[in-house]
């Protein structure tokens, strides 16, 4: 986003002429910031054969995973209905890592009849699979590596008490499986959580990784995640993505020599390629001043951007009507009935009813988190692509709400 003789722009498009085509709220993607994110990783690994599988769970609309097919990147994808969206996108199964968690073995079968590649998380199902498939069909196996990383508890997926992957110490176990069914394990996955800043983590990881995989002797790829931390104000101390590739690239090529075969190393980035491309524009609908706090009422909230008040996440905002008026602090609050306070204290540029708020970070896990509560409607969503705002999802309406209610005789 840019400020140009006074008006705020994406790729040159007029942000406040966007809304008034589109309405608000409004989600917002720069596609070309998405390729700037494809190409800065691709660059930092580029001593290495790496392969992105972007997480469709951060943002999982068609047109966007299409954005992400036309980079060459591949999906990792949590459930079988995301998995239908890449395949609608046009990615061959077998660029689909399929991740689930806590899902029945069902589930898992569909994903190998779709002939998606399949990423097993827990014994049960290691066994159910193993007895199923034999070594018909390959698998990777996520490791808990007992690491604990993350800017938050609830995005912190490596530790000991967390629900994911299968714990290190139980290495013994999946191998009494594996050679029982005679499974064929093709990788190893670990994810330790978002928003870490420290290369050690990836780099500690890496060695608990390459441990294990000396036990694995049919690998093709060994897969570290993500959780890069992007920035989310000024001055946001972030993941150094060249040094990181640096020093990892040249760890994995040393164990890849050992090993005796060039592997693939993947990444799953969610966040790190979308975040920073999206932006939630809400309407201020009212300034209410308190003895304590002027508020700033817009006409959107939790039910579109839940992450500030369930991660307690901070999303920079601007006034994009007003961007010379006096800075004046605010507290920005939505149209939901309880507290869903978007960002308080903020200092914007004085904000008038009517004006356009323009709220950062609203790539990853904003539309896709989203709901009806309290029988609101989901905003659109455009991206915006070589110069030209596409509107890539209507904006829901009230028979998309009633749709699939059945109204009985009472």
């Given at each position: 986003?840019?400020?140009?003789?006074?008006?705020?722009?994406?790729?040159?498009?007029?942000?406040?002429?966007?809304?008034?085509?589109?309405?608000?709220?409004?989600?917002?993607?720069?596609?070309?910031?998405?390729?700037?994110?494809?190409?800065?990783?691709?660059?930092?690994?580029?001593?290495?054969?790496?392969?992105?599988?972007?997480?469709?769970?951060?943002?999982?609309?068609?047109?966007?995973?299409?954005?992400?097919?036309?980079?060459?990147?591949?999906?990792?994808?949590?459930?079988?209905?995301?998995?239908?969206?890449?395949?609608?996108?046009?990615?061959?199964?077998?660029?689909?890592?399929?991740?689930?968690?806590?899902?029945?073995?069902?589930?898992?079968?569909?994903?190998?009849?779709?002939?998606?590649?399949?990423?097993?998380?827990?014994?049960?199902?290691?066994?159910?699979?193993?007895?199923?498939?034999?070594?018909?069909?390959?698998?990777?196996?996520?490791?808990?590596?007992?690491?604990?990383?993350?800017?938050?508890?609830?995005?912190?997926?490596?530790?000991?008490?967390?629900?994911?992957?299968?714990?290190?110490?139980?290495?013994?176990?999946?191998?009494?499986?594996?050679?029982?069914?005679?499974?064929?394990?093709?990788?190893?996955?670990?994810?330790?959580?978002?928003?870490?800043?420290?290369?050690?983590?990836?780099?500690?990881?890496?060695?608990?990784?390459?441990?294990?995989?000396?036990?694995?002797?049919?690998?093709n790829y060994i897969d570290f995640g993500?959780?890069?931390?992007?920035?989310?104000?000024?001055?946001?101390?972030?993941?150094?993505?060249?040094?990181?590739?640096?020093?990892?690239?040249?760890?994995?090529?040393?164990?890849?020599?050992?090993?005796?075969?060039?592997?693939?190393?993947?990444?799953?980035?969610?966040?790190?390629?979308?975040?920073?491309?999206?932006?939630?524009?809400?309407?201020?609908?009212?300034?209410?001043?308190?003895?304590?706090?002027?508020?700033?009422?817009?006409?959107?909230?939790?039910?579109?951007?839940?992450?500030?008040?369930?991660?307690?996440?901070?999303?920079?905002?601007?006034?994009i009507s007003n961007p010379n008026g006096?800075?004046?602090?605010?507290?920005?609050?939505?149209?939901?009935?309880?507290?869903?306070?978007?960002?308080?204290?903020?200092?914007?540029?004085?904000?008038?009813?009517?004006?356009?708020?323009?709220?950062?970070?609203?790539?990853?896990?904003?539309?896709?988190?989203?709901?009806?509560?309290?029988?609101?409607?989901?905003?659109?969503?455009?991206?915006?692509?070589?110069?030209?705002?596409?509107?890539?999802?209507?904006?829901?309406?009230?028979?998309?709400?009633?749709?699939?209610?059945?109204?009985?005789?009472?």
């Amino acid at each position: 986003m840019k400020l140009e003789n006074n008006r705020y722009t994406i790729q040159g498009v007029d942000i406040e002429q966007l809304c008034h085509d589109f309405g608000t709220p409004l989600y917002v993607y720069d596609a070309e910031k998405i390729g700037h994110q494809v190409r800065t990783l691709r660059n930092a690994f580029k001593a290495v054969d790496l392969k992105i599988k972007y997480a469709v769970k951060a943002l999982s609309n068609v047109s966007v995973l299409k954005l992400m097919h036309t980079l060459g990147t591949g999906l990792d994808v949590v459930s079988i209905e995301e998995a239908h969206i890449g395949l609608k996108a046009g990615f061959d199964p077998n660029e689909i890592l399929y991740s689930p968690n806590s899902v029945s073995f069902d589930e898992i079968k569909k994903a190998v009849d779709l002939g998606l590649r399949i990423n097993i998380d827990n014994i049960s199902i290691l066994e159910q699979f193993g007895h199923h498939y034999h070594d018909s069909v390959p698998c990777c196996i996520r490791i808990n590596p007992h690491i604990m990383a993350g800017g938050h508890a609830n995005i912190s997926t490596g530790h000991i008490d967390s629900k994911f992957g299968i714990s290190i110490l139980q290495m013994r176990h999946v191998h009494r499986v594996i050679n029982t069914n005679n499974i064929k394990v093709e990788g190893l996955h670990m994810h330790t959580g978002s928003d870490i800043l420290d290369a050690e983590v990836f780099i500690q990881g890496a060695n608990i990784l390459f441990d294990a995989a000396r036990e694995f002797p049919d690998l093709n790829y060994i897969d570290f995640g993500s959780g890069f931390k992007v920035a989310y104000r000024e001055g946001d101390v972030t993941t150094d993505i060249q040094a990181l590739g640096k020093r990892l690239s040249k760890s994995f090529d040393n164990f890849c020599q050992e090993y005796g075969k060039k592997l693939e190393i993947w990444f799953e980035p969610g966040k790190f390629l979308v975040s920073e491309a999206g932006f939630l524009f809400a309407r201020a609908n009212v300034i209410k001043t308190t003895p304590a706090t002027v508020f700033v009422g817009v006409n959107s909230g939790m039910n579109h951007l839940i992450r500030p008040m369930m991660y307690n996440s901070y999303h920079d905002m601007l006034n994009i009507s007003n961007p010379n008026g006096t800075f004046r602090v605010y507290s920005v609050v939505g149209y939901i009935c309880e507290t869903d306070t978007l960002g308080a204290d903020r200092k914007l540029n004085e904000v008038r009813e009517g004006d356009i708020i323009g709220i950062k970070n609203a790539g990853a896990y904003a539309f896709t988190m989203s709901s009806n509560y309290n029988s609101r409607l989901r905003p659109a969503e455009v991206l915006v692509i070589n110069g030209e705002a596409k509107l890539i999802r209507k904006r829901e309406t009230m028979e998309d709400i009633l749709r699939n209610m059945v109204e009985i005789d009472v």
